[in-house]
């Protein structure tokens, strides 16, 4: 039987997996190519029943245009969540101050006209 915790993990690389597949807009149907496994096989890792393999994570990760770490990281995050751990979650950015008076992006400024 798999310890609680390990579980747990397993559940959330497999919804990391899932986010990140729908934030690069793929489906689940284009992994049986990429990892060469069958589609109930794909089911169960992706339910989090059975755990992804190094190996498939490296193959997905490059399939999305991320790192592995990128996935692992999302899972972490997912984890920090649920289990309501804010103060693990690190800050976002602090957005630079903006200028009142600058033209948008993206606008010309007229010059006078030398007539």
Do not use: C
């Not at 919804?15 to 990892?35: K, N």
Request: glycine share 8%; aromatic share 4%; net charge positive.
């Amino acid at each position: 039987m798999v310890p609680m915790d390990e579980r747990a993990r397993q559940h959330a690389i497999a919804g990391a997996v899932r986010a990140e597949m729908a934030r690069a807009q793929r489906r689940t149907g284009e992994l049986r190519q990429v990892l060469g496994l069958s589609s109930p096989t794909i089911s169960g890792r992706m339910s989090g029943a059975y755990p992804f393999k190094v190996a498939e994570l490296d193959k997905i990760a490059e399939h999305l245009g991320i790192t592995t770490q990128g996935i692992l990281d999302s899972a972490a995050l997912g984890e920090n969540l649920r289990a309501n751990r804010l103060d693990a979650i690190p800050p976002l950015p602090t957005p630079k101050p903006r200028d009142a008076w600058a033209q948008p992006p993206g606008s010309f400024r007229r010059k006078a006209d030398p007539r």
